[in-house]
């Protein structure tokens, strides 16, 4: 539907509507559903979202693995104790909210993958630390998924979303850089600056690994998930500030094809490689299927 960023920016220019409304239009042209049907699973979505995050923060997340210890819960009782923490307020809870995702993930619970499970957390994150932050709407909410959307949808057309065909710069880059387009728009900003968002966001993730310890979606996925947030606000306030990618979204996103397809296979998805392949990593993966096996004996 959208091959490039600038095709959908002058798209939103010529007909003078903003990029949400360009793709939701997209959306029930090519699907040939009603407007309001494609809402109404958009704001499923959004719900669907928002059970993640306070499943995640309401109580611990524990996984079979033993990887996930219900960091997020910790984290957010932590905030209430620590009024400044260094990463600020509002950057703090967005981080607690990534993980409780990641953590409900790990967990086998339900999420919605934006644009994959493993990077699942970062942009319901943002929206809901946005909304609590300038009282939106859960209906400007839902605008803000098609933006993210529309922009995760020329990333999949010119290159990856995929750890395994990309590396963690395919997946959470990706998410970050759908969640700061999408956050630029609900702060007020240009369609241009958005996609300048969009450039920024994963100009800073570039070359970024994906390396599970044990193949898991737990270690280093839920952490990076909250880095990805942080360079998700950083791009959107550099952005609304006015400050220009000096590199065009488009062309970020083709560098970030050529760079996937040049890693080595050991960085993508295949935990032979990074954090995965330390002495640490391989105790832990050791330990984990052992542990697994053994379940599997006993219940036999």
């Known amino acids: 539907m959208f091959t490039s960023l600038q095709t959908l920016i ?20 090519s699907s040939g559903r009603s407007r309001e049907a494609v809402l109404a699973d958009m704001r499923h979505r959004l719900q669907t979202m928002r059970a993640s995050v306070e499943k995640g923060l309401s109580s ?32 703090s809870r967005a981080i607690a909210r990534a993980m409780a995702v990641g953590e409900v993930n790990a967990g086998m619970g339900c ?13 319901p994150a943002v929206l809901f630390t946005l909304q609590e932050a300038h009282r939106l709407s859960d209906e400007q909410l839902v605008q803000a998924l098609f ?7 020329v990333i ?30 609900l702060l007020g900003g240009s369609p241009v600056q958005s996609a300048h968002a969009v450039a920024l966001a994963l100009t800073n993730q570039l070359g970024l690994i994906c390396d599970p310890v044990a193949g898991l979606v737990e270690v280093p996925c839920i952490l990076r998930n909250a880095g990805a947030v942080a360079q998700c606000f950083t791009a959107a306030d550099l952005a609304m500030a006015g400050i220009e990618s ?55």
């Open 10 to 29: 002058e798209t939103s220019d010529s007909r003078h509507l903003p990029l949400h409304e360009i793709v939701l239009q997209a959306e029930v042209d």
């Open 60 to 91: 611990p997340v524990q996984t079979l693995s033993g990887l996930s210890k219900g960091n997020a819960y910790k984290l957010w009782g932590s905030l209430k104790n620590t009024p400044s923490p260094l990463t600020g307020s509002w950057l």
């Open 111 to 123: 999420i919605v993958a934006t644009p994959t499970a493993g990077s699942a957390g970062v942009l």
């Open 147 to 153: 933006t993210a959307g529309g922009i995760g949808m």
């Open 156 to 185: 999949v057309n010119r290159a990856h979303v995929s750890g395994a065909a990309g590396g963690c710069q395919a997946e959470t880059g990706s998410a970050s850089a759908m969640a700061a387009g999408a956050a630029v728009e």
């Open 246 to 300: 000096p590199i065009p979204a488009d062309e970020v996103i083709d560098a970030m094809e050529r760079v996937g397809g040049r890693m080595d296979e050991r960085f993508r998805e295949t935990a032979q490689g990074g954090l995965a392949a330390t002495p640490t990593g391989r105790a832990l993966a050791q330990a984990i299927w052992k542990k697994t096996r053994g379940e599997e004996e006993h219940e036999i």
